[in-house]
């Protein structure tokens, strides 16, 4: 199994690239407005707004869990998961599993009293994936967003 590590500037075009590979497979391409510049501005200038871990197999990236932070007034810090995504061709070989541990353990050694993301109702896959880490899933809330471009 390859490496897990935070990402760096030289890796902005391979997670722009696992972006898209998401945006396709969720058949929302059209949806996609980010950009590897802005990414970069975003994630490794002067305050950063995102971390990402990355995963490696022969230095080439093949997946990623791209994170921010959330402040919930009733829990504290927050550390949100945007997504967790691993290139077809290398899933179901633990590269998912490891970096949601990853991920975890980076929320813990920062001090972060929740991890929280959303899934896709039709996304089997994913909701089984992270059943298996005891997730749980709130059928109450509904999500809203405003969208300002």
């Not at 197999?57 to 949100?80: A, C, D, H, I, P």
Request: charged residues 25%; negative net charge.
């Amino acid at each position: 199994m390859g490496s897990i590590r935070l990402a760096n500037e030289s890796d902005v075009q391979a997670i722009y690239d696992l972006i898209k590979e998401l945006a396709i497979f969720e058949k929302a391409e059209f949806e996609l407005q980010n950009t590897p510049e802005q990414l970069l501005i975003d994630g490794f200038k002067e305050n950063p707004i995102y971390y990402c871990i990355v995963a490696e197999e022969n230095q080439t990236l093949v997946g990623m869990s791209f994170l921010y932070v959330r402040y919930s007034t009733w829990k504290g810090r927050v550390l949100y998961l945007e997504d967790l995504v691993v290139k077809e061709s290398f899933r179901n070989k633990g590269i998912g599993t490891q970096l949601m541990k990853e991920t975890i353990e980076f929320a813990k050694l920062n001090g972060f009293n929740r991890i929280q993301w959303q899934v896709l109702d039709w996304n089997v896959d994913a909701i089984r994936f992270y059943q298996k880490f005891n997730a749980q899933f709130d059928e109450e809330w509904t999500n809203v967003h405003l969208n300002l471009v």
